[in-house]
């Protein structure tokens, strides 16, 4: 009897969701051009991405609170010590989440997303973003020394591949939508849309292409549902500078030259701390743990590096630091970034690029004033232009690297020695290491990004089979999967 009703109960809802899709697709077709229906969906990803972010920042700020407070309360017996067993802390409770449910979730989540887009036509897996904004919230809220930009480029791509895989258009936009998604993570935490849209094209897809577009939309949609709930306010504030003279532009191409070479060191040392923590004989839920460690020995001496650092970064800016604080800043934030990194933690490098430009680039700025009274700008000058300098060199951005700079500042002014000092940077990594903080990853697990124009899917089949992307195979790294200077 009851096989007897249910067959007619399956056909009817067999046929109404049939009826759905036919309806669904009469009204696209009717009324809605395929470029139409993508810009709606794009603004759409972009409110939704502002607001995860916005979410995924209180919930940082609420951690952090909480350890400072609470928890470092708790901690008080230990004196000095509870600011370096706060990370540990952090650390022991991100490696067993880790390790449990996502391991993919650890590191920075950049390459990830670079992954899926070249190797997974943009579908990016929810649980793994799950457990990357869990993971990354613990890490940072409690210390570890990591970035806010990498987590929400994640996010922001899984919102692209999720509303993609609902609303169901053409293949290749799945892709165009998960790109979409992590524009709008990083316009919603530095305020800055069109950095952001230039960040999607010019390191996740390796060119600026047709969907640029969209791409905008959706990075200007998430900028301003952040606004709206976080306030209009530059993720710096900077005083104004302008160039001293001419005959100063040398000056800044010497100190690009210089964290060019910085740059591609920190690179190299982030992944040879992956490396040394991945062979090390430990069990792998309790590396972060020992990372954390570290860090909290750090924090010992130098507590502005805490979390995302950002603090210390205005009085940077504004020249109020010595240039021994500032070299021992840039070498802390240097050392606890891998550590947290290496060990398994999950944060960006986004921001730690940032900060670590502005202490060494004011570092040299104050040197160079110090040097040359009255012929160069303040030291603040310097660690502005080297926040961008020090990002375009690891990320091999240029293009990004000053457009942020130049929306963080609203002047013109710097743009002069904002671009010599950029191309000095960025000429020297080339030099020294041809692949990005993010696509070396990528060339270790042998994929290369697709640079072809077209649908914009990769042209790979040997990486779109089952199993892991690093099991694909090695393909020839004859063309650096590097973006274009």
């Given at each position: 009897?009851?096989?007897?009703?249910?067959?007619?109960?399956?056909?009817?809802?067999?046929?109404?969701?049939s009826?759905?899709?036919?309806?669904?697709?009469?009204?696209?077709?009717?009324?809605?051009?395929?470029?139409?229906?993508?810009?709606?969906?794009?603004?759409?990803?972009?409110v939704?991405?502002?607001?995860?972010?916005?979410?995924?920042?209180?919930?940082?700020?609420?951690?952090?609170?909480?350890?400072r407070?609470?928890?470092?309360?708790?901690l008080?017996?230990?004196?000095?010590?509870?600011?370096?067993?706060?990370?540990?802390?952090?650390?022991?409770?991100?490696?067993?989440?880790?390790?449990?449910?996502?391991?993919?979730?650890?590191?920075?989540?950049?390459?990830?997303?670079?992954?899926?887009?070249?190797?997974?036509?943009?579908?990016?897996?929810?649980?793994?973003?799950?457990?990357?904004?869990?993971?990354?919230?613990?890490?940072?809220?409690?210390?570890?020394?990591?970035?806010?930009?990498?987590?929400?480029?994640?996010?922001?791509?899984?919102?692209?591949?999720?509303?993609?895989?609902?609303?169901?258009?053409?293949?290749?936009?799945?892709?165009?939508?998960?790109?979409?998604g992590?524009?709008?993570?990083?316009?919603?935490?530095?305020n800055?849309?069109?950095?952001?849209?230039?960040?999607?094209?010019?390191?996740?897809?390796g060119?600026?292409?047709?969907?640029?577009l969209?791409?905008?939309?959706?990075?200007?949609?998430?900028?301003?549902?952040?606004?709206?709930?976080?306030?209009?306010?530059?993720?710096?504030?900077?005083?104004?500078?302008?160039?001293a003279?001419?005959?100063?532009?040398?000056?800044?191409?010497?100190m690009?030259?210089?964290?060019?070479?910085?740059?591609?060191?920190?690179?190299?040392?982030?992944?040879?701390?992956?490396?040394?923590?991945?062979g090390?004989?430990?069990?792998?839920?309790?590396?972060?743990?020992?990372?954390?460690?570290?860090?909290?020995?750090?924090?010992?001496?130098?507590?502005?590096?805490?979390?995302?650092?950002?603090?210390?970064?205005?009085?940077?800016?504004?020249?109020?630091?010595?240039?021994?604080?500032?070299?021992?800043?840039?070498?802390?934030?240097?050392?606890?970034?891998?550590?947290?990194?290496?060990?398994?933690?999950?944060?960006?490098?986004?921001?730690?690029?940032?900060?670590?430009?502005?202490m060494l680039?004011?570092?040299?700025?104050?040197?160079?004033?110090?040097?040359?009274?009255?012929?160069?700008?303040g030291?603040?000058?310097?660690?502005?232009?080297?926040?961008?300098?020090?990002?375009?060199?690891?990320?091999k951005?240029?293009?990004?690297?000053?457009?942020?700079?130049?929306?963080?500042?609203?002047?013109?002014?710097?743009?002069?020695?904002?671009?010599?000092?950029?191309?000095?940077?960025?000429?020297?990594?080339h030099r020294?290491?041809?692949?990005?903080?993010?696509?070396?990853?990528?060339?270790?697990?042998g994929?290369?990004?697709?640079?072809?124009?077209?649908?914009?899917?990769?042209?790979?089949?040997?990486?779109?089979?089952?199993?892991?992307?690093?099991?694909?195979?090695?393909?020839?790294?004859?063309?650096?999967?590097?973006?274009?200077?």
């Amino acid at each position: 009897m009851s096989d007897g009703t249910a067959a007619p109960a399956g056909r009817t809802l067999a046929a109404r969701l049939s009826d759905r899709r036919r309806a669904r697709g009469w009204l696209r077709s009717s009324f809605l051009p395929e470029q139409n229906y993508l810009i709606i969906l794009a603004v759409a990803v972009g409110v939704v991405t502002g607001l995860g972010s916005v979410g995924f920042i209180l919930v940082i700020e609420l951690l952090a609170d909480f350890a400072r407070g609470p928890v470092a309360a708790l901690l008080e017996r230990f004196g000095p010590a509870r600011l370096v067993l706060l990370p540990a802390l952090g650390g022991l409770l991100v490696g067993p989440v880790v390790q449990r449910f996502a391991p993919e979730a650890k590191g920075h989540g950049v390459p990830e997303v670079m992954t899926a887009l070249a190797t997974r036509g943009g579908h990016v897996g929810n649980r793994i973003v799950a457990v990357k904004v869990v993971a990354a919230s613990l890490t940072i809220g409690f210390g570890g020394v990591a970035g806010r930009v990498g987590p929400l480029v994640h996010v922001g791509s899984a919102i692209g591949s999720l509303v993609a895989r609902w609303t169901r258009p053409a293949r290749p936009n799945v892709r165009r939508l998960a790109t979409c998604g992590a524009a709008g993570g990083v316009a919603a935490i530095f305020n800055a849309p069109i950095a952001a849209s230039i960040f999607a094209m010019e390191v996740l897809i390796g060119r600026v292409r047709g969907d640029f577009l969209l791409v905008l939309l959706t990075a200007l949609g998430s900028c301003l549902t952040a606004r709206y709930f976080l306030g209009n306010f530059p993720a710096f504030r900077v005083p104004e500078y302008e160039l001293a003279s001419a005959a100063e532009l040398p000056l800044y191409f010497l100190m690009g030259a210089l964290l060019g070479t910085a740059a591609s060191g920190y690179v190299r040392l982030l992944y040879w701390s992956e490396d040394a923590f991945g062979g090390w004989r430990f069990p792998d839920y309790l590396k972060p743990a020992a990372g954390g460690l570290i860090v909290g020995l750090l924090l010992r001496f130098y507590p502005q590096i805490y979390g995302a650092g950002f603090p210390a970064v205005e009085p940077a800016l504004e020249g109020r630091l010595p240039w021994e604080l500032l070299l021992g800043l840039f070498a802390a934030q240097l050392l606890a970034n891998c550590a947290t990194l290496g060990s398994g933690g999950s944060g960006g490098v986004f921001a730690p690029c940032l900060y670590m430009g502005a202490m060494l680039g004011g570092a040299f700025g104050s040197l160079a004033s110090g040097l040359l009274p009255g012929w160069t700008a303040g030291a603040g000058a310097y660690a502005l232009v080297g926040m961008a300098a020090f990002f375009a060199a690891a990320a091999k951005a240029p293009t990004t690297a000053i457009l942020l700079l130049f929306e963080m500042t609203n002047d013109y002014r710097i743009v002069l020695p904002l671009m010599a000092a950029t191309a000095g940077s960025v000429y020297i990594s080339h030099r020294v290491q041809p692949f990005s903080v993010y696509t070396l990853k990528l060339q270790r697990r042998g994929i290369e990004l697709p640079r072809h124009e077209g649908t914009g899917d990769p042209p790979a089949p040997a990486a779109e089979r089952p199993g892991p992307p690093c099991r694909s195979p090695r393909r020839s790294t004859a063309q650096t999967p590097t973006a274009p200077t």
